[in-house]
Protein backbone atom coordinates (compact mmCIF):
# COMPACT_ATOMS: atom_id res chain seq x y z
CA UNK A 1 0.00 0.00 0.00
CA UNK A 2 1.45 3.54 -1.20
CA UNK A 3 1.46 6.08 1.51
CA UNK A 4 0.47 9.44 0.94
CA UNK A 5 1.87 12.68 0.44
CA UNK A 6 1.09 15.40 3.04
CA UNK A 7 -1.86 18.31 1.30
CA UNK A 8 -1.62 21.35 2.05
CA UNK A 9 -5.19 21.45 3.37
CA UNK A 10 -7.48 18.67 4.39
CA UNK A 11 -10.92 18.82 5.69
CA UNK A 12 -10.72 22.56 6.22
CA UNK A 13 -7.88 22.38 8.54
CA UNK A 14 -5.17 25.04 6.59
CA UNK A 15 -1.53 23.57 7.43
CA UNK A 16 0.49 26.93 7.57
CA UNK A 17 4.20 26.72 7.98
CA UNK A 18 3.32 28.12 11.92
CA UNK A 19 0.92 24.64 12.13
CA UNK A 20 3.53 22.64 10.31
CA UNK A 21 6.45 23.90 12.59
CA UNK A 22 4.65 23.21 16.04
CA UNK A 23 3.79 19.87 15.19
CA UNK A 24 7.49 19.14 14.04
CA UNK A 25 8.22 20.00 17.55
CA UNK A 26 5.56 17.78 18.99
CA UNK A 27 6.46 14.79 16.55
CA UNK A 28 10.30 14.96 17.82
CA UNK A 29 11.04 16.48 14.10
CA UNK A 30 14.42 18.66 13.16
CA UNK A 31 11.53 21.08 11.70
CA UNK A 32 9.60 21.08 9.41
CA UNK A 33 11.59 20.12 5.84
CA UNK A 34 12.02 16.93 8.41
CA UNK A 35 8.14 16.55 8.86
CA UNK A 36 7.91 16.50 5.35
CA UNK A 37 10.19 13.73 4.28
CA UNK A 38 9.34 11.83 7.24
CA UNK A 39 5.27 12.20 5.67
CA UNK A 40 7.08 11.26 2.53
CA UNK A 41 8.71 8.11 3.85
CA UNK A 42 5.59 6.93 5.17
CA UNK A 43 7.02 6.99 9.10
CA UNK A 44 4.83 9.79 10.27
CA UNK A 45 1.57 9.94 9.00
CA UNK A 46 -1.17 12.79 7.43
CA UNK A 47 -3.35 12.06 10.37
CA UNK A 48 -0.85 12.53 12.99
CA UNK A 49 0.60 15.35 11.47
CA UNK A 50 -3.09 16.67 11.79
CA UNK A 51 -3.45 15.88 15.41
CA UNK A 52 -0.35 17.37 16.28
CA UNK A 53 -1.30 20.86 14.68
CA UNK A 54 -4.74 20.83 15.58
CA UNK A 55 -5.68 19.72 19.13
CA UNK A 56 -9.19 18.10 18.88
CA UNK A 57 -9.07 16.80 15.61
CA UNK A 58 -10.81 13.55 15.13
CA UNK A 59 -10.00 10.98 12.17
CA UNK A 60 -12.34 10.40 9.60
CA UNK A 61 -11.72 6.89 8.37
CA UNK A 62 -13.83 7.61 5.45
CA UNK A 63 -11.79 10.72 4.22
CA UNK A 64 -9.55 10.56 1.46
CA UNK A 65 -8.86 6.70 1.30
CA UNK A 66 -5.58 6.06 -1.19
CA UNK A 67 -6.09 4.02 -4.33
CA UNK A 68 -4.92 0.46 -4.52
CA UNK A 69 -1.55 0.21 -6.09
CA UNK A 70 -0.41 -2.06 -8.73
CA UNK A 71 3.23 -3.91 -8.25
CA UNK A 72 2.50 -7.27 -8.19
CA UNK A 73 -0.93 -9.22 -8.94
CA UNK A 74 -2.13 -12.77 -10.44
CA UNK A 75 -4.10 -12.04 -13.31
CA UNK A 76 -6.18 -14.43 -14.21
CA UNK A 77 -6.15 -15.33 -18.07
CA UNK A 78 -9.93 -13.95 -19.12
CA UNK A 79 -9.91 -10.87 -19.95
CA UNK A 80 -10.83 -9.22 -16.63
CA UNK A 81 -6.93 -7.97 -15.61
CA UNK A 82 -5.94 -4.78 -16.55
CA UNK A 83 -3.02 -6.49 -19.13
CA UNK A 84 -3.94 -8.42 -22.70
CA UNK A 85 -2.04 -11.15 -24.33
CA UNK A 86 -1.70 -13.18 -20.97
CA UNK A 87 -3.32 -16.13 -21.89
CA UNK A 88 -2.97 -18.39 -18.64
CA UNK A 89 -3.31 -17.61 -15.08
CA UNK A 90 0.43 -15.74 -14.23
CA UNK A 91 2.33 -13.75 -11.23
CA UNK A 92 2.55 -10.03 -13.08
CA UNK A 93 5.24 -7.94 -11.42
CA UNK A 94 6.04 -4.22 -12.69
CA UNK A 95 9.72 -4.16 -13.25
CA UNK A 96 11.87 -2.79 -10.79
CA UNK A 97 14.42 -1.00 -13.66
CA UNK A 98 11.93 0.90 -15.63
CA UNK A 99 8.60 0.75 -13.60
CA UNK A 100 6.18 0.79 -16.14
CA UNK A 101 3.16 2.35 -15.42
CA UNK A 102 -0.92 2.13 -17.69
CA UNK A 103 -0.98 3.52 -21.28
CA UNK A 104 3.01 2.51 -21.87
CA UNK A 105 4.16 0.42 -24.69
CA UNK A 106 5.06 -2.93 -22.66
CA UNK A 107 6.21 -6.15 -23.18
CA UNK A 108 6.14 -9.15 -20.80
CA UNK A 109 9.29 -12.22 -20.05
CA UNK A 110 8.45 -14.93 -18.24
CA UNK A 111 10.60 -15.85 -15.60
CA UNK A 112 10.57 -19.70 -14.51
CA UNK A 113 9.22 -20.50 -11.00
CA UNK A 114 8.24 -16.30 -10.76
CA UNK A 115 5.83 -15.49 -13.17
CA UNK A 116 5.79 -12.68 -15.75
CA UNK A 117 7.98 -9.52 -15.29
CA UNK A 118 5.87 -6.85 -17.00
CA UNK A 119 8.72 -3.62 -18.81
CA UNK A 120 8.39 -0.58 -21.05
CA UNK A 121 9.22 -1.28 -24.84
CA UNK A 122 12.39 0.33 -24.17
CA UNK A 123 13.81 -1.20 -20.93
CA UNK A 124 17.63 -1.44 -21.56
CA UNK A 125 17.31 -4.47 -19.34
CA UNK A 126 15.22 -6.45 -22.03
CA UNK A 127 18.86 -6.11 -23.91
CA UNK A 128 19.16 -9.73 -21.51
CA UNK A 129 16.87 -11.40 -22.92
CA UNK A 130 17.76 -10.86 -27.00
CA UNK A 131 18.80 -14.43 -27.39
CA UNK A 132 15.83 -15.71 -25.47
CA UNK A 133 13.03 -14.71 -27.99
CA UNK A 134 10.45 -18.07 -26.17
CA UNK A 135 10.29 -15.83 -22.89
CA UNK A 136 8.49 -12.95 -24.72
CA UNK A 137 5.12 -12.03 -24.57
CA UNK A 138 3.27 -9.45 -26.63
CA UNK A 139 1.66 -7.63 -24.25
CA UNK A 140 -0.94 -4.32 -24.10
CA UNK A 141 -3.42 -2.33 -21.62
CA UNK A 142 -7.44 -3.35 -21.35
CA UNK A 143 -9.73 -0.10 -21.69
CA UNK A 144 -9.22 1.70 -18.59
CA UNK A 145 -12.65 1.02 -17.53
CA UNK A 146 -11.37 -2.20 -16.48
CA UNK A 147 -8.90 -1.04 -14.10
CA UNK A 148 -8.94 1.74 -11.23
CA UNK A 149 -5.53 0.89 -9.48
CA UNK A 150 -2.87 3.61 -9.30
CA UNK A 151 0.92 2.35 -10.67
CA UNK A 152 4.11 3.54 -9.33
CA UNK A 153 6.16 5.26 -11.53
CA UNK A 154 9.73 6.69 -10.49
CA UNK A 155 11.51 9.69 -11.17
CA UNK A 156 14.86 11.03 -10.99
CA UNK A 157 14.74 14.88 -9.56
CA UNK A 158 17.49 17.32 -9.51
CA UNK A 159 16.61 19.96 -6.55
CA UNK A 160 18.13 23.35 -5.36
CA UNK A 161 19.37 22.25 -1.71
CA UNK A 162 17.74 24.80 -0.22
CA UNK A 163 15.40 24.80 3.26
CA UNK A 164 11.66 24.57 2.04
CA UNK A 165 12.56 22.28 -1.32
CA UNK A 166 10.71 18.85 0.02
CA UNK A 167 7.91 20.54 1.28
CA UNK A 168 7.46 22.15 -2.50
CA UNK A 169 7.30 18.57 -4.23
CA UNK A 170 5.30 17.21 -1.62
CA UNK A 171 2.68 19.95 -2.80
CA UNK A 172 3.03 20.15 -6.26
CA UNK A 173 2.86 16.50 -6.05
CA UNK A 174 -0.44 16.41 -4.20
CA UNK A 175 -1.74 19.31 -5.72
CA UNK A 176 -1.14 16.59 -9.08
CA UNK A 177 -3.16 13.99 -7.78
CA UNK A 178 -0.39 11.63 -6.99
CA UNK A 179 0.79 10.08 -3.78
CA UNK A 180 4.83 10.10 -2.92
CA UNK A 181 5.30 6.40 -1.89
CA UNK A 182 9.06 6.30 -1.50
CA UNK A 183 12.31 9.19 -1.17
CA UNK A 184 15.82 8.57 -1.84
CA UNK A 185 18.28 10.98 -1.69
CA UNK A 186 21.19 9.71 -4.20
CA UNK A 187 23.89 12.50 -3.97
CA UNK A 188 24.00 15.85 -2.06
CA UNK A 189 26.20 18.73 -2.74
CA UNK A 190 26.23 22.52 -1.26
CA UNK A 191 24.19 23.10 -4.34
CA UNK A 192 22.08 20.36 -5.71
CA UNK A 193 20.29 17.17 -4.18
CA UNK A 194 19.93 14.52 -6.71
CA UNK A 195 16.28 12.67 -5.47
CA UNK A 196 14.57 9.95 -5.94
CA UNK A 197 11.03 9.82 -5.81
CA UNK A 198 7.89 6.77 -6.73
CA UNK A 199 4.49 8.56 -7.45
CA UNK A 200 1.45 6.86 -7.63
CA UNK A 201 -0.24 7.64 -10.82
CA UNK A 202 -3.11 6.06 -12.83
CA UNK A 203 -1.28 6.05 -16.07
CA UNK A 204 1.04 7.75 -18.11
CA UNK A 205 -0.66 10.55 -19.12
CA UNK A 206 -1.08 11.17 -15.09
CA UNK A 207 2.76 10.66 -14.67
CA UNK A 208 3.43 13.69 -17.15
CA UNK A 209 1.31 15.82 -15.68
CA UNK A 210 3.13 15.34 -12.49
CA UNK A 211 6.24 15.77 -14.73
CA UNK A 212 5.41 19.02 -15.95
CA UNK A 213 4.16 20.16 -12.72
CA UNK A 214 7.43 19.50 -10.68
CA UNK A 215 9.83 21.32 -14.00
CA UNK A 216 8.28 24.86 -13.55
CA UNK A 217 8.66 24.29 -10.19
CA UNK A 218 11.60 26.83 -9.07
CA UNK A 219 13.42 24.55 -6.50
CA UNK A 220 13.81 21.81 -9.26
CA UNK A 221 16.09 22.02 -12.32
CA UNK A 222 15.90 18.33 -13.65
CA UNK A 223 12.63 16.21 -13.91
CA UNK A 224 13.10 12.26 -15.88
CA UNK A 225 11.48 8.96 -15.70
CA UNK A 226 14.07 6.27 -14.15
CA UNK A 227 15.70 4.62 -17.17
CA UNK A 228 18.41 2.21 -16.44
Not at 11 to 17: A, I, K, Y
Not at 87 to 111: L, Q, T, Y
Not at 191 to 200: A, G, L, N, P, S
Request: net charge negative; charged share 30%; proline share 4%.
Amino acid sequence: MAKRCLKRQRSGLDLTPAVMTEAAKILNQEDEEALYVSVGEGSITEDAVLEAGFPGFERDTDDDKLPMVHDDWEQAGDGTGPISGIADAAIIHMANCCHPVRGDRIVGIKIVGKGIDIHTIDCPKLAEFDDSPDLWLDLGWRPSMLDDNYYTGRLHLDVVNERGALASIASVVSKSGGNISNLFIEDRDPEFVVMVIDVDVRDVKHLNDVCRALRVSRVISRVDRQAE
